[in-house]
């Protein structure tokens, strides 16, 4: 058995005897407490402790030392030194993962130890257990992504980085709560999901759900500390994200090929903006990207295209298919038309906008230009002219609500022509 250096670095660190013995006194106390309430036993208000407490101590402080289990090597400056040890990727990604939260564990074992001595006689306990690690997992390896991800941003500060997982947090903890209490009660018909042609048990298509969520947050830590270590590799597991996503939430909506085209469409639209955001928008990178091409070097080029642009190809075919089945909605009294194209070429758009933004002097600033950018375009430029009466000037800038296919394509790539020039000056100026 090899030893992971990392982890036993951050088991010593996380786990020291004072540490272990104070925690361990805390919970005692607390759960005796409940044991005297419940009327000397393990009953319902034990139960009701440690589920929250569970739930409290995996998500709230396992989110936080997932966090700064990367943080803190940033803003320590002690990053470098484990950039230049023999450590793979994969080794690092699961090392920082349970060693920094293996005091975090620690204490939701005991959490679980008295949530199975106080659960009722009817309790499924198995699958009680998959839904609370796969959970506690999933929101532990995403605050290990998002710290990832802010200091490939040069943001170290842990309260910024902190703010979104909070917010997620409190979206995420109830719907874990309503799951783990489903899957802790047993007995009785268990609702059903329709997935493409299949009903599939709906408690068991949850948990396969969130086990693809966790193995496609670590495969994303793996990635992007393998590209932090120096080490280049092809997009072929955002490719392979990209198609799970497609074929997952198409089966979610109603069968037929458009189905499908829509599901394909929205994710690789969103995973268009995901990407652009989450890479660091480097004029080089595009130089090399260019040289690369014309010496007809295919691997580099592989290694070299931002993600972006991939999910952008990919999502062409996609729009194409569905230009022929254009469709209207009625959202807010506001008429607006499905222009697949139209809609493509606005993400092109919002895509160079915020590029133009990061080959400025002060890229640090470009997300929040590039939104306060989109709340003009897609709302008060818009709505200004509408309030007016003068709709015309309303699809100038939002072309969607253009009543003619072709006035709405010729709109929105006027608009894609000029950034797009744009940022062709600035990058000129920039390499």
């Known amino acids: 058995m090899n030893p992971n250096p990392e982890f036993e670095r951050q088991l010593l660190l996380e786990c020291p005897a004072a540490r272990l013995g104070s925690a361990t006194a805390v919970l005692g106390t607390i759960f005796a407490l409940c044991y005297f309430l419940d009327d000397y036993r393990f009953g319902s208000i034990s139960a009701g402790a440690a589920l929250s407490l569970f739930w409290l101590i995996t998500l709230l402080w396992g989110a936080r030392q997932s966090l700064d289990s990367i943080v803190d090597e940033y803003r320590d ?4 030194t484990q950039r230049l040890s023999a450590l793979g990727p994969w080794q690092m990604a699961w090392g920082k993962l349970l060693g920094s939260t293996s005091m975090v564990w620690y204490c939701a074992g005991l959490c679980l130890a008295i949530y199975t001595l106080a659960a009722g006689p009817g309790t499924d306990l198995l699958h009680f257990y998959m839904y609370a690690v796969a959970g506690a997992l999933l929101v532990q390896s995403a605050a290990l992504l998002l710290g990832l991800l802010a200091v490939r941003r040069g943001q170290t500060k842990t309260g910024s980085i902190l703010l979104p997982a909070l917010i997620g947090f409190a979206v995420v903890a109830p719907q874990l709560g309503d799951i783990a209490e ?7 018909p268990s609702p059903r999901i ?3 042609a299949w009903a599939l048990n709906q408690p068991d298509f949850v948990q396969f759900s969130l086990f693809c969520a966790v193995f496609w947050c670590m495969a ?16 072929s597991a955002w490719l392979g994200f990209i198609v799970f996503l497609i074929v997952y939430l198409g089966g979610l909506l109603p069968s037929g090929s458009y ?22 928008q480097e004029a080089m990178r595009i130089k090399r990207l260019l040289d690369y091409y014309r010496q007809r070097n295919w691997r580099r080029v592989a290694e070299e295209v931002p993600l972006s642009w991939l999910s952008f190809s990919l999502a062409v075919p996609f729009a194409l298919y569905l230009s022929a089945n254009r469709v209207h909605f009625a959202w807010f009294e506001l008429s607006l038309h499905s222009y697949p194209l139209v809609a493509l070429l606005l993400i092109w758009r919002d895509c160079a906008i915020y590029v133009y933004f990061c080959y400025g002097k002060n890229p640090q600033r470009a997300l929040n230009l590039t939104l306060l950018a989109a709340v003009l375009l897609y709302g008060v430029l818009p709505g200004l002219f509408g309030a007016l009466g003068i709709s015309g000037l309303s699809a100038i800038f939002f072309p969607l609500w253009a009543d003619s296919a072709f006035a709405a394509l010729l709109y929105a790539a006027l608009q894609c022509g000029a950034v797009l020039y744009l940022v062709r000056q600035r990058w000129q100026h920039a390499v």
């Open 77 to 80: 400056r002690t990053w470098d």
């Open 182 to 188: 489903m899957a802790s009660l047993s007995g009785g």
């Open 194 to 196: 329709f997935w493409y």
């Open 220 to 235: 994303a830590n793996y990635r992007l500390l393998a590209q932090a270590l120096g080490l280049r590799k092809p997009p």
């Open 259 to 280: 189905a499908l085209a829509t599901a394909g469409f929205g994710v690789c639209g969103g995973l268009t903006y995901l990407g652009l955001v989450a890479e660091p």
